[in-house]
């Protein structure tokens, strides 16, 4: 099994079509063989992202309503959630005094660690950190985990 921790400038690829949206479905979620994590903060950021798409109109008022289905029943049934309790929020903190992070990407990467961590002591695979944000692959690479980019791997 692998497993995979998805932030949301990946996760939005799984409902927007852009860079990256192909091999994001093609290498992560064609597989029932993948376990894909995201933070419960990760629901708001992607609601968000949705809205300015909206508001924008990137996308049209329809595609944002079938986007936002697809999230909820993803939510249900193929996202395991990461939570935002003390170890995370502890690990989050110790990442901001040593990184230049934004709040919510120390959340993404402090979430991650903690999986990652608690995979290595399972003896289970380690888990690969998938963004878009290239600032933050770059700290999440620092901090010992192994990493993607969607947007890298677009053809």
């Not at 079938?66 to 990442?95: I, T």
């Amino acid at each position: 099994m692998s497993f995979y921790y998805l932030d949301t400038s990946a996760l939005v690829k799984r409902y927007v079509a852009e860079d990256g949206s192909r091999w994001l479905e093609t290498a992560i979620f064609q597989s029932t063989d993948n376990m894909v994590l995201i933070s419960r903060i990760t629901v708001v950021e992607m609601r968000s992202a949705l809205a300015r798409r909206r508001r924008e109109a990137s996308i049209q008022p329809h595609d944002h309503a079938d986007a936002l289905s697809a999230l909820s029943e993803d939510c249900l049934l193929r996202y395991r959630f990461v939570e935002l309790e003390s170890p995370v929020v502890d690990l989050a903190g110790e990442l901001l005094d040593q990184y230049p992070l934004r709040a919510y990407d120390a959340v993404q990467l402090a979430s991650a660690l903690v999986v990652h961590r608690l995979l290595i002591e399972a003896n289970l695979a380690p888990l690969i950190f998938v963004s878009a944000d290239d600032k933050l692959l770059t700290v999440a690479r620092a901090a010992g985990l192994q990493t993607d980019n969607p947007n890298i791997q677009a053809t």
